[in-house]
């Protein structure tokens, strides 16, 4: 049995998968919860990639970077938030649930915003600029024409 135990763990992906397996047994239900943030921030990654290709810019060797930087910070924060959850000994792990929540809509912004600017035709993205817009004037008690030429640098 050591030597089995020994030839595991003489190779990284003995180590790496022992770290995971006790990382899932740590998280437990909220494991799926990860999954979801990794697949926005990768959704987001895609769209931008498709609106730097779509603008003829190619890709940046950058961004793939960018992308495991902030997957790893999204992690991090989703194990910090989780580890306060379990020392609070809050069941349901609403702190962890709205961070997720949190990132998951702003990669849904950033994903909308990537895919407005790769098709501009589309109508739908048209409507959600109009609608932002709107509700921005209206925050800022500013005329909706008035915001729009300004966001159009006139």
Do not use: Q
């Not at 990654?45 to 950058?62: E, H």
């Amino acid at each position: 049995m050591l030597e089995k135990l020994a030839n595991i763990y003489s190779h990284v992906s003995g180590w790496v998968a022992t770290l995971l397996a006790l990382l899932a047994t740590f998280l437990g239900d909220s494991k799926d919860l990860v999954v979801f943030i990794l697949f926005a921030a990768f959704a987001d990654f895609l769209c931008g990639i498709i609106r730097s290709l779509r603008a003829g810019k190619g890709l940046l060797s950058c961004r793939i970077f960018d992308f495991i930087t902030k997957s790893a910070v999204y992690i991090g924060l989703f194990l910090l938030f989780a580890t306060i959850d379990k020392t609070l000994e809050i069941d349901n792990m609403w702190i962890t649930r709205a961070y997720t929540s949190v990132i998951i809509v702003s990669e849904a912004l950033s994903i909308i915003a990537n895919l407005s600017i790769a098709f501009p035709g589309i109508k739908v993205f048209g409507l959600i600029k109009k609608l932002i817009i709107s509700e921005v004037a209206e925050k800022i008690s500013m005329d909706k024409t008035d915001l729009e030429d300004a966001l159009k640098g006139e």
